[in-house]
């Protein structure tokens, strides 16, 4: 066995201060080191869950969400990353366990974001849907008014169309006659009629036109005023009305006849004073329910 000799052992007493110091001296260097490492390490940590909240925050203010519950929502999510964000901002150097505590917060808030997210990108699809479909039944609804405009204003020309074609066949439907035929004749003695030119020999008119064919015309009663106009267009005196019958036509002969649509031969004998009677150009005229139908003038000598 080999013997420390006495100089060996004064010699190690002398110097093993100096290597405990160098030791120690070398074991606190590597733990600050490590606790340096470990410090830069938590704030990196820290930093990282800032920067997750703040792009998680972010992610919720892009979201424009319509519905009001949602919107509440994702509102009171975004107030508690803040307050969560700023908790952490809090944390003293060296907490791990809080620092692990708030990861695992974020880690949770995370997936709620991705929840809140599919559920705006879902309604977000379906308000997109909606206006897509609403703007299919606006398109729909402005080519009904559209077509509901073109049709009022067809309607309308189709009445218009309709009021002249009544028009129309309310004139084609008016009852005409032929040329009106004016003779002049004066009584004989025996009471039998010969022509004359000369008013102071003039007794009677006689008259002769026809009601002409008009399928249009309504068929049934009609009433035929013929009047005599002396050269200052006054009605005649005459045998049947004596000038003025008090109606509101003055007329020298009323006749009545049955139309039916149908060629109708009409003669009309009126009877006049002589002595009345002067030269001159005399009219007669032909109303027909009122209406004149037709004119011819005589002169008289």
């Known amino acids: 066995m080999t013997k420390i000799s006495k100089a060996s052992v004064n010699k190690f007493l002398k110097y093993s ?6 030791s ?22 820290k930093l990282i869950l800032q920067q997750e909240l703040d792009q ?3 992610d919720y203010k892009k979201m424009s969400v319509k519905k009001k519950g949602l919107s509440r929502r994702i509102i009171t999510s975004i107030n508690k990353m803040i307050s969560l964000k700023d908790s952490i901002k809090d944390i003293k150097k060296g907490n791990y366990d809080k620092l692990v505590k708030y990861s695992l917060k974020v880690t949770q808030l995370e997936r709620e974001n991705r929840q809140l997210m599919l ?14 479909e609403n703007n299919s039944v606006r398109k729909k609804l ?15 020309s189709l009445m218009n169309e309709e009021k002249q074609l009544k028009e129309k066949i309310g004139v084609a439907a008016n009852l005409e006659i032929g040329n009106v035929a004016i003779s002049t004749y004066r009584e004989k003695s025996n009471g039998r009629y010969t022509s004359t030119t000369k008013s102071r020999k003039t007794d009677a008119f006689k008259v002769k036109f026809d009601l002409l064919e008009n399928e249009l015309a309504e068929m049934g009663e009609r009433d035929i005023f013929i009047q005599i106009l002396d050269k200052n267009n006054d009605v005649i005196l005459s045998e049947k009305n004596q000038g003025d019958n008090g109606s509101e036509m003055a007329y020298n002969d ?31 005229r032909v109303y027909i329910d009122g209406a004149k139908a037709g004119e011819r003038k005589i002169s008289l000598r």
Do not use: C
């Not at 070398?26 to 830069?40: C, G, M, P």
């Not at 077509?147 to 204003?153: D, G, I, M, P």
């Open 56 to 58: 998680i925050v972010a």
């Open 17 to 22: 201060p100096i290597v405990l110091l160098i």
């Open 254 to 284: 009323y006749i009545r006849v049955n139309y039916e649509n149908q060629k109708l031969g009409i003669v009309s004998l009126i009877s006049v004073d002589r002595n009345n009677m002067e030269k001159g150009d005399y009219k007669v």
């Open 24 to 45: 120690l001296v070398v074991y606190s260097f590597k733990t600050h080191e490590s606790q340096n490492r470990l410090d830069e390490e938590f704030r990196k940590e």
């Open 119 to 132: 559920k705006a990108d879902k309604l977000h699809q379906e308000n997109t849907k909606l206006e897509e």
């Open 142 to 156: 402005r080519a009904h008014k559209k077509s509901q405009e073109s049709l009022v204003k067809m309607n309308e």
